[in-house]
């Protein structure tokens, strides 16, 4: 079983506040305090000037605990589990319940514990119900919008934001796979998706790529820092494209506008040049400039549905 205590993660955040615990459990600190006292569930340590503060231990306790509590378990009852026990009593309700609103939280609790067996039971027990579309829009978009602002907040560290968005990322790429052997059936379009230099935030242009290719066009995905020069070697192979990029922290605010004139001039020469972007650079976007042929998009869903 992979440990995350080991010295090799030397990295990974292993002390944690009240405030953390209640980030990343939903329960109020108020509550954990009144739990600590009364089934003395928690165990914090205390620093010179008599702040709580918590082990990786105690916070993988209380996700597991907060899983339980949110089954219906009543917390007089979790306390009496023995602290070994009670991982296994957890995968065993994630085995067997898969209901989208506990779905979070075992993800969440996967991460921590870098425990790819519970993402993947949870991920294969949702599923058993939904189809990957609904797991990514219902699931995976809400849970990567909480881990950003858990990492923007300091409560999880760089090495559980990775561990999980490479987890996503690879069941994103696996049903990409299974749409590639199939040949495109629409013609009109194709479809260039990439990210511009500096820019390697991809799971939503990963997952664009994937819808693109649902919908029966072709899609070449470059990928994430691409060189706006390299774009041109693709404008000679095929007529009608469009390019597909998602500005999340690059092009800067400021240098937006310059990158959008500078690919204008890149697709000068191009009967029909297109560029379809999405993410929160684009709200610096001058619209009185914009090229014509630049539309902008608020989300993953308003492109898919202009497809």
Not at 34 to 57: F, G, H, M, V
Not at 253 to 277: S, T
Request: charged share 25%.
């Amino acid at each position: 079983m992979f440990n995350p205590f080991s010295e090799n993660m030397n990295n990974v955040k292993k002390q944690f506040s009240i405030r953390d615990l209640e980030n990343l459990s939903g329960i109020k600190a108020h509550t954990i305090r009144i739990w600590e006292k009364r089934y003395n569930l928690l165990s914090p340590e205390r620093t010179d000037t008599n702040i709580r503060t918590y082990s990786l231990a105690s916070l993988q306790k209380l996700l597991n605990v907060t899983l339980l509590y949110n089954n219906g378990h009543k917390i007089s009852k979790i306390a009496k589990i023995s602290d070994k026990d009670i991982p296994y009593v957890v995968r065993e309700i994630v085995a067997k319940h898969s209901h989208k609103s506990q779905a979070i939280n075992a993800f969440k609790l996967a991460m921590v514990n870098f425990d790819q067996t519970m993402f993947f039971n949870t991920y294969n027990a949702l599923l058993s119900e939904s189809s990957f579309r609904e797991i990514f829009k219902e699931t995976f978009v809400p849970l990567l919008n909480e881990l950003g602002l858990l990492w923007q907040t300091d409560t999880i560290s760089p090495a559980h934001e990775h561990f999980m968005s490479s987890l996503i990322k690879q069941k994103i790429l696996i049903n990409t796979e299974k749409l590639q052997h199939l040949e495109p059936t629409k013609k009109d379009k194709v479809f260039v998706a990439f990210l511009p230099e500096n820019e390697i935030h991809d799971i939503g242009l990963l997952y664009i790529n994937y819808e693109i290719i649902l919908k029966g066009y072709k899609c070449i995905y470059l990928g994430p820092t691409i060189p706006m020069e390299n774009l041109e070697d693709v404008l000679k192979y095929f007529d009608d494209i469009y390019f597909v990029s998602y500005f999340t922290v690059f092009p800067e605010k400021d240098r937006v506008n310059k990158y959008l004139e500078d690919f204008k001039a890149v697709v000068a020469n191009y009967n029909n040049p297109n560029i379809w972007l999405l993410g929160r650079q684009t709200n610096f976007i001058d619209e009185a400039t914009k090229p014509k042929f630049c539309r902008t998009f608020t989300s993953i869903d308003n492109l898919v549905n202009n497809l």
